[in-house]
């Protein structure tokens, strides 16, 4: 069998090298956001598909018998073309998508909404000294923020000039609780604002909680109905491997 992962997750990094060790042929699909991504085990593609119809293209024409979407989770315009063309190629689908940040114990005391604009406005009411730990896309709905301090946090440098009030840091993680603790301490930091990546623990957050500092979490979107979800790399495997032609590990 041949098999799209779609990735760029940790996720998706962990299952491409799983299957490559069970002789599945895989190829790991990347958007192209990062300037130096982690490559996965295996082939590697880096760009687009066209939309849509550019992804069911693909599907057909390297015979494609199955797709994992393990990309982040608020990549939801990537999953939704991912239902659409596995729905039009009749290509079986699933999501592999980590758990949610909102069953840890310190959830329930931070501030959910429903977008990055809500976001915004919650933090403004929240603290005076932020720190955005959102990513590089959509750093732009905060750029009007030149009254406050604004720590952001980024692989990649981002795509306009900051105001001189932020403090941009050019990271990858994962990052350790002793650090997290040190940067929103030295920076006097009031009010954290994140997106629910999910995954295990997380140490910005720890820190928070530990601190005091209160969050603002940007709820994730749905994932298309219809669609199988699992939330580990073992239970992603176990269907692959239970596909017609797959080798059995």
């Known amino acids: 069998m041949s098999a799209l992962l779609l990735g760029g997750t940790a996720e998706a990094r962990d299952l491409a090298a799983r299957l490559v060790a069970a002789d599945v042929e895989v190829v790991s699909s990347l958007a192209g956001d990062v300037a130096a ?5 295996g082939k590697v593609r880096i760009g687009g598909f066209g939309g849509v119809h550019g992804l069911a293209g693909y599907l057909r024409a390297n015979a494609v018998s199955a797709v994992v979407d393990a990309t982040h989770p608020f990549a939801a315009t990537m999953t939704a073309h991912a239902a659409a063309a596995c729905a039009v190629t009749g290509v079986a689908l699933l999501r592999l998508e980590r758990p949610s940040w909102a ?3 310190d959830a329930e005391h931070w501030h959910w909404v429903g977008s990055l604009d809500e976001a915004r406005g919650e933090a403004e009411r929240l603290g005076e000294r932020v720190f955005l730990a959102i990513g590089r896309q959509e ?10 301090y604004v720590l952001a946090r980024m ?7 900051p105001p001189a009030t932020w403090e941009v840091v050019r990271a990858r993680g994962p990052f350790r609780l002793p650090d997290e603790l040190g940067l929103l301490t030295s920076r006097a930091i009031d009010v954290l604002v994140t997106k629910d990546s999910g995954g295990g623990t ?5 820190a928070a909680a530990t601190l005091g500092v209160p969050v603002v979490a940007v709820r994730r979107p749905p994932p298309p109905e219809g669609i199988g979800v699992v939330s580990s790399v073992d ?8 596909r017609p032609g797959a080798a059995t590990p």
Not at 139 to 148: E, K, Q, S, Y
Not at 235 to 242: D, G, L, Q, S
């Open 139 to 148: 750093l732009g709905v905060f750029a009007g923020w030149t009254d406050r």
């Open 103 to 105: 069953a840890r114990p």
């Open 235 to 242: 239970e992603a495997v176990a269907w692959i491997v239970r």
């Open 155 to 161: 692989v990649d440098a981002p795509g306009f000039a």
């Open 37 to 41: 991504p982690l490559l996965p085990a």
């Open 202 to 206: 997380d140490a910005k957050l720890d």
